[in-house]
């Protein structure tokens, strides 16, 4: 048996971005990791919602189809801000205009 924890929520300011991150105690292998509509599917993915979002997780252990769920709640103050994104080698702004 294995439990998940998504950790605790977070503040952050619009366009900025957060890491999430689903800990596991009990069995570390063989798991699978879906965060809400399922567009994102690791154990931490960078996210920068533009207003306050819940994330939920569910982890399934692929050999004996166990699930385990928890969330975060991501909670965004407004302002217009920029978001570096470093994934796979590859630098990324997104920046939010305001017109």
Not at 12 to 23: F, G, K, P, R
Not at 38 to 66: E, H, M, Q, Y
Request: proline share 3%; charged share 10%.
């Amino acid at each position: 048996m294995f439990m998940v924890d998504a950790g605790m929520d977070n503040l952050i300011y619009d366009s900025s971005c957060v890491s999430l991150e689903a800990t596991i105690t009990g069995n570390p292998n063989n798991l699978t990791y879906l965060w809400n509509s399922g567009a994102l599917t690791r154990a931490t993915p960078t996210v920068f919602p533009d207003t306050s979002t819940t994330f939920i997780v569910t982890v399934t252990d692929t050999i004996s189809n166990a699930t385990q769920t928890d969330s975060v709640t991501v909670n965004v103050i407004s302002t217009t801000l920029g978001c570096c994104v470093l994934d796979n080698l590859i630098m990324t702004w997104i920046v939010k205009i305001d017109l």
